[in-house]
């Protein structure tokens, strides 16, 4: 993977105390898809925000009176506004999953360092938990690997609060935004760290949950591009990293996307050769057969039928000590 250039940093510090007030606020907002994002902003009198959800949602141009002063100076201290001509612009987002609210990138994400927070993230969230609920024995070390928000690791360590939670990301941004994210969930076993998959970090994990960027994306953004001609080289890379590092008992939840292309699913089948003899026992589900399908009007997936939504399971036998 290669690294990210590293933005000026916003400051924390207001950024958690900015999520307090909105929080005191009941603010609450859902992320949606991008297309989505973009056809609610295009409706008559969207142009402009005009309430938190708006500008911190929404991520609409708005003027200063269009919020709380304490909101707009939070924002300002923070280092998360910039000027539209006339209007301003919050460089951050904030959505609510699991009674949390999680600070992340503006829309649209364009920028190298952008921290990816949307309907995925939800998606991941739920097949941990969802893994968790089946097993035998709680996990004691667990990774989220390119945390992004940290939203996943959050919700996992709410839910197994005696385990070891790492969150690592190569995006300095993303685990600035982590740092926050958890401080202001209150969660005090979820470590923070740089790292490049799992290379920067030691020994085995329990669990190793990833939603790694999958599509293939003209345009390499960094949170959305897979690599490879299928966008599957870093969802595989993870794969690969997870074979190694997995404990006895051990479980590799990946929330990945796939072109399928006449019925073949190019992710599948590479996921069946790399794991064929490592004695893991996996499966390997469609949760959405019909995703994204706004890119297939673009020469990116111009051989593809349909963009799906997966989740690999691999676990290695043998019980959690």
């Known amino acids: 993977m290669t690294s990210v250039t590293e933005a000026p940093p916003y400051a924390e510090p207001e950024l958690l105390r900015l999520v307090t007030v909105l929080r005191s606020a009941g603010y609450r907002f859902t992320t949606v898809t991008p297309a989505t994002h973009e056809r609610v902003n295009r409706r008559p009198g969207n142009a402009r925000g005009r309430s938190l959800t708006d500008v911190l949602g929404w991520s609409r141009p708005f003027e200063p009176r269009a919020l709380p002063p304490d909101v707009f100076a939070l924002l300002d201290g923070a280092g998360v506004l910039r000027r539209d001509g006339d209007l301003w612009r919050s460089l951050i987002r904030v959505s609510s999953y699991g009674g949390e609210l999680f600070v992340h990138s503006t829309f649209p994400p364009t920028a190298p360092d952008a921290v990816f927070f949307g309907p995925d993230t939800h998606r991941t969230a739920e097949a941990a938990l969802a893994h968790l609920v089946g097993r035998s024995a709680p996990p004691r070390r667990i990774v989220d690997v390119g945390c992004g928000s940290g939203a996943v690791a959050v919700t996992i360590a709410k839910k197994v609060p005696q385990a070891e939670v790492l969150a690592v990301d190569i995006n300095p941004a993303a685990l600035r935004l982590s740092r926050v994210n958890a401080a202001a969930a209150g969660v005090t076993n979820v470590q923070i760290r740089r790292s490049d998959l799992l290379s920067d970090v030691a020994g085995d994990f329990d669990l190793i949950v990833s939603n790694p960027p ?87 997936y111009a051989h593809a039928d349909r963009i799906a939504l997966v989740v690999l399971t691999a676990t290695r036998p043998g019980e959690v000590r």
């Open 214 to 300: 999958f599509m293939i994306d003209s345009e390499r953004r960094f949170y959305r591009d897979g690599g490879g001609p299928h966008g599957h080289d870093l969802p595989m890379a993870l794969v690969e990293a997870a074979v190694h590092r997995l404990s006895p008992g051990g479980a590799l939840v990946l929330f990945s996307g796939t072109g399928i292309v006449e019925g073949r699913d190019p992710l599948l089948n590479a996921v069946t050769d790399r794991l064929a003899g490592t004695g893991l026992c996996w499966t390997y589900r469609e949760i959405d057969p019909d995703a994204y399908g706004e890119n297939l009007e673009g020469p990116a």
